[in-house]
């Protein structure tokens, strides 16, 4: 007899023996990894928004925030796990940003004094970063299709060629001559990048 | 290409970086290429992040639902004890037992029950007293029990239509616009949250952000918003209804969303009445 769905444990971190195996599925983008983690920190991110002084909704934006320069540092290999807790890791970039977002908004939590290196370094990564992705989305929007599904499907989807040629997702029937099509998006795309780059003198 | 994979992933040696970051800083075309890179990169993060923000908030509900059941139970179990531990002495206390009364018949007739205490009355007594509440409502997205049978029945009849008629959000909304137009719906999600946590009254933001949950498949979620703007916005009517049925659906209030759709059936000018009539169609077969 199975148990009742209110009896078993709520949690996303059930799939995850230890910090390692979490460590390992977060380098994979796992999403059930990444509910983990957040799971883990919410109530400390909370805690750290409140003692700078900012209001309690900002806590899910500063934690997702956290998070996408978590996984970053993941994969360029500035974190690398040694038996430390993942979430404390997590919960430091949150402390940073917060305290960004304090001094940006001209508070002066006690907590800024502390702060060894300028606590914008995270933020300004993060800002840099999403004003590249809104580039690029406008950039996509300008290609239209096919190029702009071609792209989007493998590179932020993550959809494996394999799938889109048996989904039907493109015009394209084979692997090759989507790979063909991608490789020629892609040079189309960095093409537009560098007219963009130059039309607005960045 | 593989270059800048390297670079991004910090896989780079001591040597080979600064070597990089000199001809990056001298060739735009190698700029652009990094630009693409990064771009492209942050937006599948941020897309991962969105859903596994979704997945965590589901499970949140859900342990809240079962803190609730538990602080039930236990509040149960303690009122049974006193109950067990006061009514047993107050029987057999040293006073001289008293004579047999005769009671009027009309004592004895049952007794309305009382209402149910706000703070330990059980949560299915607190769901029965609030049939039009949707916080506890289930959450669809990853929840265990959402069978393909379900999924089939959705995929038959989902029709979720963007933009509404005669559109016209601001300046500072046409981003998430666009990402909704687009259907880039985790995107659009964490853009929405940034906007609302500054304009959490606006009504195109909210039914924005409604819409964009609807399509994330979280009903629960997108009904909240969905709800109560008919009032402040009457010429959206049609437009939520049929929006507020997808969710229903998604939520798993098959009745109630069956009685939306009548109601958009029976309008012959209504702009989602053949959407209606064939989601009634699929509905009334599946019985």
Known sequence: MSRPKWFSDASPCRRFADDEQLVQALRQWDNEAIACLQWNCHSAVKSIVRRCGLPDERTEEILNSATMVFLQKTAEGAYQYQGQSPGAYLVEIARRLSLAEARKQGRNPADLDSVPEPADADAAWLNRRQEAAETVQFLLDRLGSPCAEVIRLHHIEGYADEEVIRLGLTPYSTIASLKVKRSDCMKKLVQSALQWKNSTNI | ?287
């Not at chain 2, 390297?6 to 970086?17: A, P």
């Not at chain 2, 009027?104 to 007739?109: G, L, M, Q, R, T």
């Not at chain 2, 229903?248 to 939306?260: D, K, P, T």
């Open chain 2, 1 to 287: 290409m593989e270059e800048l994979d390297k670079y991004l992933s910090g896989q780079m040696s001591d040597e080979e970086r600064p070597a990089f970051e000199k001809r990056l800083a001298e060739q735009p075309d190698l700029q652009a290429a990094l630009l693409v890179r990064e771009g492209l990169q942050q937006w599948r993060i941020e897309r991962s992040v969105a859903a596994a923000a979704q997945l965590r908030k589901g499970y949140e509900r859900r342990a809240r639902r079962q803190r609730r059941v538990w602080s039930g139970l236990a509040a149960a179990c303690v009122l049974g004890a006193l109950a067990w531990w006061y009514f047993p002495k107050s029987t057999n206390s040293a006073l001289p037992p008293s004579p047999p009364v005769e009671l009027p018949a009309d004592s004895i007739a049952p007794q309305p029950p009382a209402p149910p205490s706000p703070s330990s009355g059980p949560v299915i007594a607190e769901r029965q007293a609030s049939p039009g509440s949707f916080s506890p409502a289930p959450n669809v997205r990853g929840s265990e029990n959402e069978a393909a049978a379900s999924q089939a029945l959705l995929d038959q009849l989902w029709y979720g239509a963007y933009p509404p008629a005669s559109w016209q959000p601001d300046e500072e909304l046409a981003p998430a616009d666009t990402l909704l137009r687009q259907r880039s719906f985790a995107r659009a999600y964490v853009r929405l949250q940034r906007l609302e946590m500054r304009r959490p009254d606006n009504d195109t933001l909210r039914l924005m952000k409604g819409y964009c949950l609807l399509e994330m498949r979280e009903g629960a979620e997108a009904l909240r918003y969905l709800e109560n703007l008919e009032a402040r916005q009457p010429e959206w009517k049609a437009y939520l209804q049929w929006h507020r049925g997808l969710a229903r659906l998604l939520n798993g209030e098959q009745a109630a969303a069956v009685q939306e759709f009548r109601v958009i059936a029976a309008q012959a000018g209504h702009p989602f009445a053949a959407q209606a009539r064939k989601a009634l169609g699929v509905l009334e077969k599946r019985k």
